[in-house]
Each structure stands twice: as structure tokens, then as C-alpha cells.
């Protein structure tokens, strides 16, 4: 469908330049901060912040964003982007955002959020609508970034402090997020049918190079949920476990 790739790559200008207007925002503050003599959030935590916007701009502005709808695999590397990878990497980059939503951030609703989104958009019905519409394909895109962030604000800010107590539900909110992306996953994996039959007729391969192609993202969503979600919860347990009883550890405060 050229309407659906056309429609594609105009859609990634504007993330683009949403990207880059966010980009240049942050890193004049952080300059001016340092210059200034401020209290600044150290280096490493600005290049989280840049490496966390390339990896979305990588999913949303760059040529692998039209290939979406040749191969599902690349459906699931935007997908992981998104979701997985780009937004932890934003909020450590900017800690005190991070904290400043802490009132308003609920793990339930961060968690189910996540999961409806995960869930939802993979139904063959509603994946097709997105593969078709421009328009539905952008919202699909908006909402799996909107859900990524939502769904690490809990981490990022239970990482903030080395306190014991209901900070240890985190270890458990990050088991039970690979749950939904196991369903998935292993749906993928051992699907003897092709889920997504409109990546037969947009990209011309038969139904064999889908179906190798399913496995293979389903197999790429497993290994990398299992190793982003589950790694980090054992960082944070073993820190938590080495503090003090009592102790607390802070991040400092940061100006962006």
C-alpha cells in the first residue's frame, strides 16, 4: 500500500522536530547550569538523556520507521524502542522531572496502562487498522511512547532512594510486566499460522518468510523484556539489600 508508506514518512518529520527542539532545550539548560556553577545533573545522566531521544527518533524519524510495514521484526525493534529501551533512558536523564511526578504516578495504573497498549494494538484486527491508516499508525506509535514513559516513571523514581519497605514492590511490578510480553511472545513463537496476513500482501514474500519473520520478532520481544525488566529489578534488589537498614540514598537535584 504506497498510500500507507508515503503517509509514513510524512508523519516522521513532526517527531523529528519534536525531538531536536527537546534535544536543543536540554542541553542549553544543562550548559547554562554548569556555567552558572549550579547544582547540575552529572554527565553520564546527559547522555541518557540524548542516547534515550536518539533510540526514539530511531523508532519514529529515522528510514527504519517506514520498514515497519515490510517486516514485523522491525515492527518490534520501534516497538522495543519505545517501550523498553528510550524512556528509562529519558527519565535517568532527567531525575528531578522524574520526582516531580511522583504525586501523581500509581504503579496499578502504570502497569495496566502498559499492559492494555501492549495488548491491545497486537490484536490482528486492530495491528491491520494501524498498518492501513497513517493516522492510526501514529496514534499506535504516540501511544506505545506515552505508555513507556508512564510504565518507567515507578522504576526510575524507586531508584532514587536506597530505602527499604514498599520500594520492594518494584521487584514485583517489573515481574509481573514481562508477563503480558511473554503472552505475546510466545503466541509469536508458536503460532503455526501467520498473525498479521497483510505483511503478505504489502511486502510480497509468501507465507513462510512471514511466518520465519513472526518468530523472529516474537523471540527478540522475549529475550529483551526478559533482560531490560528483569536485570534491572536484581540491580535494584541487590543495592537495597547491600544499604543500611534505614539508610537512604538520594539522587541529587537536578535542574533539568
Do not use: K
Not at 500509581?106 to 490484536?123: E, K, N, P, R, Y
Not at 514485583?172 to 509469536?188: E, G, I, K, Q, R
Amino acid at each position: 500500500m504506497p498510500h500507507a508508506h508515503d503517509g509514513t514518512s510524512a508523519l516522521a518529520i513532526a517527531p523529528t522536530l519534536a525531538l531536536l527542539l527537546i534535544a536543543f532545550v536540554y542541553l542549553r539548560t544543562w550548559l547554562a547550569s554548569r556555567s552558572n556553577g549550579a547544582n547540575s545533573i552529572s554527565g553520564w545522566r546527559a547522555g541518557s538523556f540524548f542516547l534515550g531521544l536518539f533510540l526514539i527518533w530511531v523508532a519514529l524519524g529515522s528510514p527504519l520507521a517506514a520498514l515497519d510495514h515490510e517486516r514485523l521484526t522491525v515492527h518490534m525493534i520501534q516497538h522495543l524502542l519505545l517501550m523498553t529501551l528510550g524512556p528509562p533512558l529519558v527519565w535517568l536523564g532527567a531525575p528531578a522531572a522524574a520526582q516531580r511526578l511522583r504525586a501523581f504516578t500509581s504503579m496499578t495504573v502504570c502497569w495496566l496502562f502498559a499492559a492494555v497498549v501492549l495488548i491491545g494494538w497486537h490484536v490482528p484486527a486492530i495491528f491491520t487498522l494501524a498498518m492501513q491508516s497513517p493516522g492510526w499508525h501514529a496514534v499506535q506509535r504516540a501511544s506505545f511512547l506515552g505508555s513507556g514513559l508512564l510504565f518507567w516513571l515507578p522504576v526510575v523514581q524507586s531508584a532514587s532512594s536506597l530505602s527499604t519497605g514498599p520500594r520492594w514492590s518494584i521487584i514485583l511490578y517489573l515481574y509481573l510486566a514481562t508477563l503480558p510480553c511473554d503472552v505475546l511472545s510466545a503466541f509469536l513463537v508458536f503460532s503455526e499460522r501467520v498473525a498479521y496476513p497483510i505483511y503478505i500482501s504489502t511486502s510480497g514474500r509468501s507465507a513462510e518468510s512471514v511466518l520465519a519473520d513472526q518468530e523472529c520478532a516474537g523471540a527478540l520481544m522475549w529475550t529483551c523484556v526478559i533482560i531490560v525488566y528483569l536485570v534491572p529489578g536484581a540491580i535494584l534488589a541487590t543495592r537495597w539489600l547491600a544499604a543500611p537498614l534505614g539508610g537512604e540514598q538520594t539522587l541529587p537535584h537536578a535542574s533539568v
